[in-house]
């Protein structure tokens, strides 16, 4: 499946270097905004300390762009296939019978995910996972996830990146995952950064944790068991611990998926990734 997109990223005449990133990202005065462990958040209120974390976050975004942006091709192309591969052949993504998944954009340089999408899609129909995928709505960080069945149901948006259509080829509304009657089992995660110890750095949107905020809430008034969150990287993405400063609406993954293999972080995670 060929996923189209034109989104330009943005550029800069100066990029620090990633050690430079890594050193101001952890020093004291952001070691207040981050975590310890992967279920332990020391959060700030304060104004002032906030812009310093989102100042910290910009400025990794642009190291992390840069590097993506001189990744060789052929080594993407490889760190793709041992992505999608990993995944597909776990258990858990095997047993799992209903999932939330991006649609991976490559002017975006995110992980391919068109082999995982098209194996979903092309199973037979008793075995078939019920599949979720992004549909952006306004500015405000209003995203949904609507159920498909076929690439068919996919249209591009303003900005040509392949989403759902809200209606399907009846005229009736799509199913939205937080209006379903069942759970989904798991939730397959972009993003621009990621550390072993959860952390995971979007592109500054807040689409995807209003959305897991969103969907935990429901999961939990319903009684629901939390659906496995993982998030898929290239190595280039992976930094070191305390690199990435938290805010209080920042959602932690629970493992990560890289070409070298899955590194579960939650307790949930590594239970089921033993």
């Known amino acids: 499946m060929t996923i189209p997109c034109a989104v330009?990223?943005?550029?800069?005449?100066?990029?620090?270097?990633?050690?430079?990133?890594?050193?101001?990202?952890t020093s004291p005065c952001s070691a207040t905004a981050a975590m310890s462990t992967a279920g332990e958040q020391n959060f700030t209120?304060?104004?002032a300390h906030l812009d310093t974390i989102f100042k910290q976050k910009k400025a990794l975004r642009l190291v992390v762009k840069r590097d993506l942006k001189s990744m060789d091709p052929t080594l993407r192309s490889e760190e793709d296939e041992a992505i999608q591969r990993i995944v597909m052949?776990?258990?858990?993504?095997?047993?799992?019978?209903?999932?939330?998944?991006?649609i991976s954009c490559s002017a975006l340089r995110e992980v391919d995910t068109s082999r995982i999408l098209s194996h979903i899609l092309s199973s037979h129909s008793e075995m078939r996972k019920k599949l979720f995928v992004p549909r952006v709505e306004?500015?405000?960080?209003?995203?949904?996830?609507?159920?498909?069945?076929?690439?068919?149901d996919l249209i591009a948006n303003s900005m040509n990146i392949l989403e759902p259509a809200s209606l399907d080829a009846d005229g009736n509304e799509r199913e939205d995952v937080l209006f379903a009657n069942e759970p989904v089992d798991l939730l397959i995660l972009p993003g621009l950064a990621f550390d072993k110890a959860g952390r995971r750095l979007g592109r500054g949107g807040g689409y995807y944790d209003t959305f897991l905020s969103r969907y935990q809430e429901l999961?939990?008034?319903?009684?629901?068991?939390?659906?496995?969150?993982?998030?898929l990287s290239y190595s280039v993405q992976i930094v070191d611990?305390?690199?990435i400063?938290?805010?209080?609406?920042?959602?932690?993954?629970?493992?990560?998926?890289?070409?070298?293999?899955?590194?579960?972080?939650?307790?949930?995670?590594?239970?089921?990734?033993?």
């Open 89 to 102: 052949e776990a258990p858990w993504f095997k047993a799992c019978k209903g999932l939330c998944a991006y």
């Open 219 to 231: 999961a939990k008034k319903r009684n629901w068991k939390q659906p496995l969150k993982i998030a």
């Open 45 to 47: 209120s304060d104004p």
């Open 138 to 152: 306004d500015r405000n960080r209003n995203m949904r996830m609507l159920n498909i069945s076929s690439t068919e």
């Open 8 to 25: 330009s990223l943005s550029t800069s005449r100066f990029f620090p270097t990633r050690s430079a990133i890594l050193r101001r990202q």
């Open 245 to 274: 400063p938290l805010t209080p609406n920042d959602v932690l993954v629970d493992a990560l998926v890289s070409p070298s293999g899955v590194i579960p972080i939650s307790p949930a995670a590594l239970e089921i990734c033993q």
């Open 241 to 243: 611990e305390g690199t």
